[in-house]
């Protein structure tokens, strides 16, 4: 059974940091495309930060310079540190894992507020 569980959200003032994690659990980890998306109320979910199973990464052009998605093979798990965190950056964060077939965490809720 595939499991992607996400962890490390949380209220945090404007300029602030979170780490998020996904611990991933039935899958071959190293081999698969690891991503982290968001979904404010009212709004589709959207590509945060993918990496590749070979490290490559990618950003939206909000996340560029204030994220940064890493991945540790040994220990299945995916990150997102956040850095400079604005009100526009609250949503629901899910993980995804994407090979032949794709998976979703649940998600964790970020919310940025004073």
């Known amino acids: 059974q595939v499991q992607l569980v996400e962890s490390g959200g949380g209220l945090v003032q404007p300029g602030g940091s979170l780490r998020l994690s996904c611990a991933a659990s039935g899958i071959i980890f190293s081999i698969n495309a690891m991503g982290w998306y968001r979904q404010a109320p009212g709004k589709q979910r959207e590509l945060v930060a993918v990496?590749?199973?070979?490290?490559?990464?990618n950003y939206a052009d909000s996340a560029k310079g204030r994220f940064t998605i890493s991945r540790d093979n040994a220990k299945n798990t995916v990150y997102l540190q956040m850095n400079s965190l604005k009100p526009e950056d609250t949503a629901v964060y899910f993980c995804?894992?994407?090979?032949?077939?794709?998976?979703w965490g649940q998600g964790t809720q970020v919310t940025v507020s004073s």
């Open positions: 995804r894992a994407r090979r032949a077939t794709v998976y």
């Open positions: 990496i590749s199973s070979g490290g490559t990464t």
